[in-house]
């Protein structure tokens, strides 16, 4: 048995990802990947593709020393990436944003929001070229889907085969 993988429920390479990236975002920039997955439903989707949030900074608290609880909570601040144009727009809905960021983590975490310009949307990679086929290569992907009994997956499962050996160099 050793080698198998474990039977049961599949689990989204999401989650997965998620528990990976979530500890080391936290650290880093003071954020949860859930909030940079929800960054749509907070700004809403004319703003998420020309922002982005970037960190949380905490404000420093000197003199704690992390026994008493006469430490007032102090907000932090939501540093957001945002190109040009939504600038603007975002600064004209910030409490609004405040809001929702604060019912998103449950507590009110953010005071104040500090805009950052800068590109957000990722650049555009060209697609690579792929190349056609040879008869040994079609022949291996019909071979290995063969087996498959739907149709529409074993074509699915074709396509992606031909596409991952033609894009390989022969």
């Avoid at 929702?100 to 070229?129: M, T």
């Avoid at 086929?133 to 889907?145: G, P, W």
Wanted: proline share 8%; glycine share 12%.
């Amino acid at each position: 048995m050793a080698g198998k993988a474990p039977r049961g429920n599949p689990v989204p390479v999401s989650d997965i990802a998620t528990g990976i990236l979530d500890p080391v975002l936290r650290k880093r920039a003071g954020i949860s990947i859930g909030l940079v997955q929800a960054w749509e439903e907070i700004v809403g989707p004319r703003l998420a593709g020309r922002s982005r949030p970037e960190k949380i900074q905490w404000p420093r608290r000197p003199g704690f020393s992390g026994a008493g609880g006469d430490d007032p909570f102090e907000p932090a601040m939501l540093v957001i990436a945002c190109e040009g144009g939504a600038a603007l727009a975002l600064q004209h809905e910030t409490s609004e944003i405040i809001g929702r960021v604060n019912a998103y983590l449950g507590f009110s975490a953010i005071g104040r929001i500090r805009l950052v310009q800068k590109p957000v949307a990722e650049a555009q990679k060209p697609k690579p070229k792929i190349r056609a086929l040879s008869e040994a290569e079609k022949s291996r992907v019909d071979h290995v889907t063969g087996g498959i009994e739907d149709d529409g997956l074993r074509q699915s499962l074709a396509r992606l085969g031909a596409t991952v050996l033609g894009t390989r160099k022969p």
